[in-house]
């Protein structure tokens, strides 16, 4: 039947076409969401130059001021406090499951701390303002809304991240390391601090830099613990608002330059977070490759 | 004092004990301390009733439908879509510099923060397409996010199919379309309901990209040019605004309870791959 083979042979091209169309959208709506976000963000570096935004310490945007720079440097203090709290705890739990636990184990512990990765982030940041605020205002002083709350939530919000990408790093080590590391004599603590965690160096420090990346770009948690004051924190105990915060808190009610300028918040936002992505990127690679 | 190496590797080991088990003592105690506070304030009512009075009184039932309309038409529409997209990866092209390029643009979207969504779909769907708040806003942005987990998840199973089922399939004269139609895909399908679960999950969690595209009205939402308030929106807006402890508590733990489920099968269904594989 020489007619259906080429009807088979169109539709075979057709349905081709249509899954290249597919493939491609996800480039299109990448580009899509860069062009909005640069083309409403970009005016406002322009009419005030990238200098007053970036280093300007001065957040009044209806009276003209646009300065960004108390925002960056706590977006950026609340990660590193982040990292603090759930970098050691992640890598631990991932040396933990891979070198550690037995079977039975992991296959109890590993899916839970998954889990944690499925709690809405909303949850976090309720349980921070019910919880982790009132103790730090009592225990350490201060409102309590804090660098610290905020870094403390955080914290725990990245441990799936670590603790997953960590374990896969760890777990790719080749045992043949081990063995030999065993071979001479050395324990199970030196061979995993001077053999294991080495090799694995590139993937852990993709896993702390995706975590780093899904900290900074948090958003609801970290308003409603926080306590998102304007100014350069002087300690761990100062409410701080993020890059992230000042688009939240304030884009439903902005317009003109105003909404501008939450758009160029988005940008340097946008900036940071591609830059991290690549760098983390670059080591999960490294480490497949290898 | 200069301990002995054997006494140290015991003192470590009990240390990546403590840590392990405080850290999945984390998830147990977040997950008792909503359910303990919220189960007092949950009944039929609270989930089948409209709330009255700002959600100080009354239930989460328009909030349920919210969520329920966003989430399966983000899904109906994001799953052809990342599907497909997984589909030309995998089987039809082969050629590694669009591969790359296209793998970039999943990854990067992977990458962007839900905050930088709600921004684009406000300024994109809202202002500039003059959607409005609505709920067509809020599923044209959360296709858009969770397009990257459906993609990444069924590459995944798609990889995982044996490549002699595909060989028998050709010798049986089946074209390259209906060998992905009839033994790809129905292989690789716990795998894509996986992806499907996580992007529930995800869904039904969000909040930044949401309230600045779906909006936060209150009222039972009867179209999709309607705006409307999704669970965790509303949770959120309770929480913040100190409207109601106990509400807050009770939506907490539908949210909780909801997310936790969707994220527990899409893991069993990943699970019953894996054991598949390796008999």
Known sequence: MPGTERVKVTKERWIKGLFSVFAFSSLFFLLLIFAFILFEGIPLFQKMGIGHIITGTKWAPTKGHFGIMPMIISSFLITIGALIVGGPLGLSCAIFLSEYAGKRTRLVLKPSLELLAGIPSVVYGFLGVVYIVPAIREILGGPGFSLLAGSIILGVMILPTIVSISFDAVRSVPDAYREGSYAMGATKWQTIYRIVIPSAKSGILAGFILGMGRAIGETMAVIMVAGNALKIPSSILDPVRTLTSNIALELAYATGDHRLGLFSTGVVLLIIIMILNYIANFGIRRRLIR | ?279
């Open chain 2, 1 to 279: 004092m200069i301990l002995e190496p054997r006494k140290i590797d015991k003192i470590v080991k009990s240390g990546f004990y403590i840590q392990a088990i405080f850290a999945v003592g984390l998830l147990f105690a977040i997950v008792a301390i909503v359910v303990i506070r919220g189960v007092p304030h949950i009944s039929v009512r609270f989930i089948f009733f409209e709330p009255i009075d700002m959600g100080r009184e009354g239930g989460i039932f328009p909030t349920i439908v919210s969520t329920a309309i966003l989430a399966i038409f983000s899904l109906l529409l994001a799953t052809p879509l990342g599907v497909g997209t997984a589909i030309f990866l995998t089987e039809y092209t082969k050629r590694p510099p669009i591969i790359r390029v296209i793998r970039f643009g999943v990854e990067s979207l992977a990458g962007i923060p839900s905050i930088i969504y709600g921004l684009f779909g406000f300024i994109f769907f809202v202002v500039k397409l003059k959607m409005g708040w609505s709920a067509l806003a809020g599923i044209l942005t959360m296709t858009i996010m969770i397009l990257p987990t459906i993609i990444r998840t069924t590459e995944e199973a798609i990889l995982a199919v044996p490549k002699n089922l595909r060989l028998v399939s050709y010798s049986l004269g089946a074209t390259k379309w209906e060998t992905i139609k009839k033994v790809v895909l129905p292989t690789a399908s716990p795998g894509i309901l996986t992806g499907i679960m996580l992007s529930l999950g995800r869904t039904v969690g969000e909040t930044a990209a949401v309230i600045f595209t779906m909006g936060s009205s209150l009222r039972m939402p009867h179209s999709l040019s309607e705006s409307g308030r999704t669970m965790a929106v509303h949770f959120y807006i309770l929480a913040r605004e100190g409207i109601s402890l106990e509400k807050a508590y009770a939506t907490a733990l539908v949210l909780i309870l909801s997310t936790l489920l969707i994220n527990v099968s899409a893991y069993y269904i990943m699970h019953g791959i894996v054991k598949r594989r390796m008999r």
